[in-house]
């Protein structure tokens, strides 16, 4: 997918420097040339050697070397570059950049480019969130500089929060994003279910299930970012609303069932969501006292969204795709469970405990299609949505075979 494209990567001096090596490694092997520069502070974590054997080129640092100024100056560096990301970005290069210092070769290249600037933050959680680097992102971000994440999570310094650098595979997906044709899926509609939903046993209890509402939530922004019109219908999850998207907000199944059909005609359903399969047969409106040592609930079924929007008929999306969670058997079962919904495509995934699916940032899923089923490795949540959504766009628009 990226064949022929140009990444210029700048390693800045940070302890999440050592991921741009398996960064490097999964951009050649997607088949980009990278150049790299490291500032003074990068070779402090990783060695300038590492970073030629993985890149195949020569790596620059030095903003006075008489024989890199000869050989590729610090302009020609940036304008042979397609694209250049900053990565990891430390507080300091992100302070630098935004004011338009040049002290050394990185900076001066930053400053010199016209191509678009991607930046990685990775830092401790208090300097992301002093006022200082606040202000530096905005004004980057103004500037049409990208800022990829940072991430919330256990950090090199002991301490937790959000400062982490997002994972090499997701800054994968945003590269191989800015690359991939985005007009893609202009004119079509979409239409996700994401998140669990919760079923009222009274007015304070609920049943509901482990969904956290990721991999739904990245596919609805993966449909956005390829142009198409899309609607979300999300259970409760913590997930932010993916922005282009029109988001419908639903407690239970029947509201989830009622806010799809209120959606249609869409050319395509990807149905995501951790529907809870029952609900309490007969609803209490007062809170049930703890009278007994049991109590039995009856339940009864929900509908079938996916099922239902399976259904021959004039609203049927062009393209209905399913998920099947498991937690063994998953490529026998998503086959059988394509059949049984009427769905047609579905994607098997793993949620055994072990898997660390639900919750997590990591899916290995199986996509069943009308011609066969396939095992994808295991891979970032977003980088599923993003293969996925650009299967979904080979269906409506393939594209012309490269030479
Ligand atoms: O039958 P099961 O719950 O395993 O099927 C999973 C698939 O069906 C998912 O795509 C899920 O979104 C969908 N589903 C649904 N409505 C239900 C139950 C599941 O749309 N009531």
Same mark, same amino acid.
């Given at each position: 997918?990226?064949?022929?494209?140009?990444?210029?990567?700048?390693?800045?001096?940070?302890?999440?420097?050592?991921?741009?090596?398996?960064?490097?490694?999964?951009?050649?092997?997607?088949?980009?040339?990278?150049?790299?520069?490291?500032?003074?502070?990068?070779?402090?974590?990783?060695?300038?050697?590492?970073?030629?054997?993985l890149?195949?080129?020569?790596?620059?640092?030095?903003?006075?070397?008489l024989?890199?100024?000869?050989?590729?100056?610090?302009?020609?560096?940036?304008?042979?570059?397609?694209?250049?990301?900053?990565?990891?970005? !430390?507080?300091?290069?992100?302070?630098?950049? +935004?004011?338009? *210092?040049?002290?050394?070769? $990185?900076?001066?290249? =930053?400053? &010199?480019?016209?191509?678009?600037?991607?930046?990685?933050?990775?830092?401790?959680?208090?300097?992301?969130?002093?006022?200082?680097?606040?202000?530096?992102?905005?004004?980057?971000?103004?500037?049409?500089?990208?800022?990829l994440?940072?991430?919330?999570g256990?950090?090199?310094?002991?301490?937790?929060?959000?400062?982490?650098?997002?994972?090499p595979?997701?800054?994968?997906?945003?590269?191989?994003?800015?690359?991939?044709?985005?007009?893609?899926?202009?004119?079509?509609?979409?239409?996700?279910?994401?998140?669990?939903?919760?079923?009222?046993?009274?007015?304070?209890?609920?049943?509901?299930?482990?969904?956290?509402?990721?991999?739904?939530?990245?596919?609805?922004?993966?449909?956005?970012?390829?142009?198409?019109?899309?609607?979300?219908?999300?259970?409760? !999850?913590?997930?932010?609303?993916?922005?282009? +998207?029109?988001? *419908?907000?639903?407690?239970? $199944?029947?509201?989830? =069932?009622? &806010?799809?059909?209120?959606?249609?005609?869409?050319?395509?359903?990807?149905?995501?969501?951790?529907?809870?399969?029952?609900?309490?047969?007969?609803?209490?409106?007062?809170?049930?006292?703890?009278?007994?040592?049991?109590?039995?609930?009856?339940?009864?079924?929900?509908?079938?969204?996916?099922?239902?929007?399976?259904?021959?008929?004039?609203?049927?999306?062009?393209?209905?795709?399913?998920?099947?969670?498991?937690?063994?058997?998953?490529?026998?079962?998503?086959?059988?469970?394509?059949?049984?919904?009427?769905?047609?495509?579905?994607?098997g995934?793993?949620?055994?405990?072990?898997?660390?699916?639900?919750?997590?940032?990591?899916?290995?899923?199986?996509?069943?299609?009308?011609?066969?089923?396939?095992?994808?490795?295991?891979?970032?949540?977003?980088?599923?949505?993003?293969?996925?959504?650009?299967?979904?766009a080979?269906?409506?628009?393939?594209?012309a075979?490269?030479?």
């Amino acid at each position: 997918m990226l064949q022929n494209k140009r990444i210029l990567l700048i390693i800045s001096g940070g302890i999440a420097a050592y991921k741009c090596l398996e960064l490097l490694r999964l951009l050649r092997e997607q088949g980009a040339t990278v150049r790299c520069i490291l500032t003074k502070s990068a070779t402090e974590f990783i060695t300038p050697l590492s970073v030629a054997t993985l890149s195949g080129e020569k790596v620059y640092g030095d903003l006075f070397s008489l024989t890199d100024e000869y050989g590729m100056g610090h302009i020609k560096l940036s304008r042979d570059a397609d694209l250049l990301v900053v990565v990891p970005a !430390t507080a300091n290069i992100l302070a630098r950049m +935004a004011q338009g *210092i040049a002290d050394d070769l $990185a900076t001066t290249v =930053l400053l &010199a480019t016209n191509k678009k600037v991607m930046a990685v933050p990775s830092m401790n959680v208090r300097m992301w969130e002093h006022a200082a680097t606040v202000s530096n992102i905005k004004t980057l971000q103004g500037r049409g500089v990208e800022i990829l994440g940072p991430n919330c999570g256990a950090m090199a310094c002991g301490e937790y929060g959000e400062g982490r650098m997002v994972e090499p595979t997701e800054i994968l997906t945003a590269i191989r994003t800015h690359f991939s044709d985005n007009s893609r899926l202009n004119g079509l509609r979409a239409l996700v279910t994401s998140g669990p939903t919760h079923e009222p046993i009274d007015p304070v209890r609920y049943i509901a299930n482990r969904s956290s509402g990721k991999q739904g939530h990245a596919i609805a922004s993966a449909l956005v970012r390829l142009g198409a019109e899309t609607t979300l219908v999300r259970g409760p !999850t913590n997930e932010p609303d993916p922005d282009g +998207a029109k988001v *419908i907000r639903v407690e239970t $199944a029947c509201e989830m =069932l009622k &806010a799809c059909k209120n959606a249609l005609p869409t050319d395509i359903a990807v149905c995501a969501a951790a529907v809870s399969d029952w609900r309490i047969k007969k609803e209490t409106s007062q809170k049930i006292k703890k009278e007994n040592a049991e109590l039995t609930l009856s339940l009864k079924e929900n509908p079938d969204i996916l099922e239902l929007l399976s259904q021959p008929g004039n609203e049927r999306p062009r393209l209905v795709v399913g998920f099947a969670a498991e937690t063994s058997d998953v490529a026998e079962k998503a086959i059988s469970k394509r059949g049984k919904k009427g769905c047609d495509w579905i994607i098997g995934n793993d949620v055994s405990p072990k898997s660390g699916t639900f919750g997590g940032d990591t899916n290995q899923v199986h996509l069943v299609t009308e011609t066969g089923s396939e095992s994808w490795p295991k891979m970032s949540k977003l980088e599923v949505a993003d293969l996925l959504v650009n299967r979904i766009a080979d269906q409506f628009r393939p594209q012309a075979p490269t030479e």
